[in-house]
């Protein structure tokens, strides 16, 4: 039996990337969790993988995967989602906002005003889609005075990386973590942001693989990176923990999570922090 049996977790834009590896992570430990994402059926985005693949991976590896096709940009969808974890579970343990519209223009160099206002995008789907989110987990968690909403976040949250909206974004993040766990606190709650460093997404596989230079630029060198499944082992571990509440409010780097809690990758390892090189996080507990 694993430290999260008969939790349910709702892990968004999980068909690949991070949020798959976090959703595996979870149910490893036996967690339920719903998996959320845009892409249904193969072939139909560049990058390998959909919500089906994530949930039936969640199941072989002990826990139970429910994929759910949401768009994270739109409520209705959203509030349908949480209405039906309401309906088939009655609680709600973990979210972890992870869904993030990510430009295909992000590593481009060029400056602001040369690439398109579309680049906003990772605000809607990003921070505002991280709110609504936690909007509809609260009120499933705070009822039964119990629960974790985890951001994900990175470095960039200090560190300029790729451009102004990316950073604007994931400073957002941490910032509207720390304030939800203001309010969340009475209700026994906790709210965290995790700073990941490279991790060995799909997309970044890709990218290190055909943009030249991007391997030795400081925020993607590949001896630095993680699998995507390693922040989900961490949260795992926030989640069993027994003084969580501690803990609610901080922005936290992964790898020095990792270290506390004794995780280590799948392979063994655990990724360096780079607070020295990339800096380090504003918020501590309320």
């Known amino acids: 039996m694993g430290a999260l049996s008969g939790k349910v977790a709702v892990v968004t834009g999980a068909s690949r990337g991070i949020g798959k590896g976090t959703a595996t992570a979870l149910a490893e430990q036996g967690a339920t ?3 959320t994402g845009r892409t249904v059926t193969a072939g139909s985005h560049p990058l390998p993988g959909t ?21 994270h940009g739109d409520d209705a969808q959203v509030e349908s989602l949480f209405d039906r974890v309401r309906t088939e579970q009655g609680r709600l343990d973990i979210l972890v906002n ?13 400056p602001f005003w040369d690439k398109p206002l579309s680049n906003w995008e990772m605000v809607d789907v990003g921070v505002r889609s991280n709110f609504v989110a936690a909007h509809h987990a609260a009120r499933i968690m705070a009822p039964r005075g119990s629960g974790l909403i985890v951001a994900i976040s990175g470095y960039t949250g ?9 950073g604007t974004a994931k400073s957002a993040v941490d910032r509207m973590a720390r304030d939800m766990a203001v309010e969340l606190k009475p209700h026994g709650v906790a709210s965290v942001s995790l700073w990941q460093g490279l991790t060995r997404t799909e997309r970044a596989e890709r990218n290190l693989a055909t943009i030249p230079g991007l391997g030795d630029q400081a925020a993607t060198r590949p001896h630095d990176a993680c699998t995507p499944e390693f922040p989900g082992r961490v949260i795992a571990a926030l989640a069993a923990d027994p003084d969580l509440m501690t803990r609610t409010g901080g922005t936290y780097i992964t790898a020095e999570l990792a270290r506390r809690y004794g995780i280590t990758d799948v392979d063994g390892t655990t990724p360096p922090s780079l607070r020295d090189t990339r800096g380090a996080p504003i918020w501590s507990p309320v």
Request: overall charge negative; hydrophobic content about 40%.
């Open 33 to 35: 969790v719903y998996v």
């Open 51 to 71: 919500v089906g693949d994530t949930a039936a991976e969640c199941t072989r590896r002990g826990g139970h995967g429910i994929a759910v096709a949401v768009d």
């Open 98 to 110: 992870n869904a993030f519209s990510l430009p295909d223009d992000l590593t481009d160099p060029r």
């Open 158 to 166: 200090v560190a300029y990386t790729y451009g102004v909206v990316f």
